[in-house]
């Protein structure tokens, strides 16, 4: 017969490890505060780089814009007098930005917002949705012409695998 023998287990280090995860996963505020600020800095990039969150550029200003562009920063100081681009003409339609007016409010006013399950985010501004998605004139009269999709918000594949890695560090202790 052998002698028989006792193995002592201590899981307190276990307990400790599962009670700081389960608190953690009830109170998970702060991993969606540190998303959303990933995700306006992303959604600002993007802005930057003038393109959407997979990469792809946005569509070109239009003629109509560049031309009420011009004449609000200058109108004829802008043009020859064959009614042509002059040389302070071209370096304002070279360094305008696609989406980015005067004010810069549409880029300058990205935000979050906790809500219970999770974070949105985006813009306040009343027309960032039709900038987003674009818009027909035939369904909107008050466009200027057809609006683009120009998407400013939305997750890459990276910024998945981000997000996910921002919610696994907080869970394990380490955000």
Do not use: C
């Amino acid at each position: 017969m052998a002698n028989p023998f006792v193995v002592t287990v201590d899981t307190a280090q276990v307990d400790s490890y599962f009670n700081g995860l389960s608190a953690r996963a009830s109170t998970p505020s702060p991993a969606y505060i540190a998303i959303g600020e990933y995700l306006t800095r992303a959604a600002d990039q993007n802005f930057a780089r003038q393109q959407t969150p997979d990469g792809q550029r946005w569509a070109s200003n239009s003629r109509l814009t560049i031309e009420r562009y011009l004449a609000t920063k200058g109108g004829a100081k802008a043009l020859n007098k064959k009614g042509q681009l002059n040389s302070k003409g071209a370096l304002l339609v070279s360094s305008k930005k696609i989406l980015q007016g005067h004010t810069g409010l549409l880029r300058h006013r990205l935000f979050y917002r906790l809500v219970s399950d999770g974070v949105v985010y985006g813009s306040p501004e009343v027309y960032a949705a039709m900038q987003h998605f674009g818009g027909q004139r035939s369904r909107y009269p008050h466009l200027w012409g057809d609006l683009p999709a120009r998407p400013f918000v939305g997750l890459s594949g990276a910024d998945e695998k981000t997000v996910v890695s921002i919610m696994a560090n907080y869970l394990r202790g380490t955000l």
